[in-house]
């Protein structure tokens, strides 16, 4: 049981947003929408090997988090990155880590 309450804002967001990453089929839908380099219109689920309703749950997810848009066009959606709230994310989580100085630690 986590109490996220006990942490600060910073931790429950960079803990947030790398349960949205953490799995990879979003991980595939941001990667596939990166290389498009445009909004696409119509079903995701074409290009990535699940269902129609995996999909759309974790488009979802992404939404929820920010990281893409979706814009209802007719019957279809358009769905684009959030470039911006992206690098926000990425930004902070790599200021996170660049905090941690493993360099004079050493496992074995």
């Given at each position: 049981?986590?109490?996220?309450?006990?942490?600060?804002?910073?931790?429950?967001?960079?803990?947030?947003?790398?349960k949205?990453?953490?799995?990879?089929?979003?991980?595939?839908?941001?990667?596939?929408?990166?290389?498009?380099?445009?909004?696409?219109?119509?079903?995701?689920?074409?290009?990535?090997?699940?269902?129609?309703?995996?999909?759309?749950?974790?488009?979802?997810?992404?939404?929820?988090?920010?990281?893409?848009?979706?814009?209802?066009?007719?019957?279809?959606?358009?769905?684009?990155?959030?470039?911006?709230?992206?690098?926000?994310?990425?930004?902070?989580?790599?200021?996170f880590?660049?905090?941690?100085?493993?360099?004079?630690?050493?496992?074995?």
């Amino acid at each position: 049981m986590t109490k996220p309450e006990v942490f600060d804002n910073e931790l429950q967001e960079l803990a947030s947003f790398a349960k949205v990453i953490s799995h990879p089929a979003r991980l595939a839908i941001l990667k596939y929408l990166a290389e498009t380099k445009t909004c696409i219109s119509g079903d995701i689920s074409d290009k990535l090997p699940l269902s129609r309703t995996t999909v759309s749950q974790h488009l979802k997810e992404l939404r929820d988090a920010g990281m893409i848009h979706g814009e209802i066009d007719g019957l279809k959606i358009n769905y684009c990155l959030c470039g911006s709230s992206i690098e926000d994310k990425l930004a902070k989580f790599s200021a996170f880590f660049n905090k941690i100085d493993c360099k004079d630690f050493s496992c074995k």
